[in-house]
């Protein structure tokens, strides 16, 4: 079964600063990808960026990219020039393995941002 | 810009009521999804849909009925709402050709007295 673990339950970063937040993976699938979601205080889930497992560089998506490294099954989340509106829940997620299109979350990272 | 609706956002009621929380996709996306959410914690998927009259249980077991008469309406049901129901309730879709780039609505707090 496929299975997510994110590490830090919490992380601050001073404003204009980057963060990395980890993702660490396990499944047995042979390709999969790689998904963050960004959630506010409002409740709503924001998709930030995807990655597949056979893409060549790493996914970019404004401030946003992915560093993603395969052997040590890994996918952390870095956000360059942090802003206050940054700060959230941000969540890992994988697909769940022999599903086309469900997904299995990680426990998430709340990140704040200071000014 | 995504447009996925749930209604209500709030929800505060008594133990045995019968629930009906909304979800509405303006996408046209042929997939649609129920998470449970406790407040800090991860999702976990309890209903999907593959489109019209197709309904899924997910890997969280769930008391909650569901039903997709249409494409955009995806309403998720508790027949006798119970305090262990108390949880953020979150509606996702996806489109067929990009199916892990879910959007998800705002969310329903559904808090059971």
């Known amino acids: 079964a496929q299975k997510i673990t994110q590490t830090q339950p919490g992380m601050f970063v001073q404003e204009k600063e980057a963060v990395t937040l980890d993702c660490t993976y396990d499944?047995?699938?042979?390709?999969?990808?790689l998904f963050w979601y960004k959630q506010p205080s409002s409740g709503e889930m924001i998709f930030l960026i995807y990655?597949?497992?056979?893409?060549?560089q790493n996914a970019t998506e404004g401030r946003y990219s992915l560093n993603f490294q395969k052997a040590r099954k890994s996918a952390n989340l870095v956000i360059s020039a942090s802003q206050l509106g940054d700060s959230a829940m941000y969540f890992c997620?994988?697909?769940?393995?022999?599903?086309?299109?469900?997904?299995?979350f990680g426990s998430g990272t709340q990140l704040t941002v200071l000014p | 810009e995504a447009d996925i609706y749930q209604t209500p956002r709030y929800l505060v009621i008594g133990t045995g009521k019968k629930i009906t929380l909304e979800c509405s996709q303006t996408?046209?996306?042929?997939?649609m999804y129920w998470y449970q959410q406790d407040p800090g914690m991860e999702l976990h998927l309890i209903h999907y849909?593959?489109?019209?009259?197709?309904?899924e249980k997910g890997d969280l077991s769930s008391e909650s009925t569901v039903s997709r008469i249409r494409t955009e309406h995806f309403p998720l049901t508790l027949e006798s709402a119970r305090p262990s129901h108390t949880s953020q309730y979150l509606c996702?879709?996806?489109?067929?050709?990009?199916?892990?780039?879910?959007?998800f609505g705002p969310g329903t707090r559904l808090t059971v007295t």
């Open positions: 997620a994988i697909p769940i393995s022999g599903s086309a299109r469900q997904l299995t």
């Open positions: 996408m046209g996306h042929d997939k």
């Open positions: 849909s593959y489109g019209v009259n197709s309904t």
């Open positions: 990655q597949g497992s056979y893409d060549q």
């Open positions: 499944t047995s699938d042979p390709s999969y990808g």
């Open positions: 996702a879709s996806s489109a067929y050709d990009r199916p892990y780039e879910q959007y």
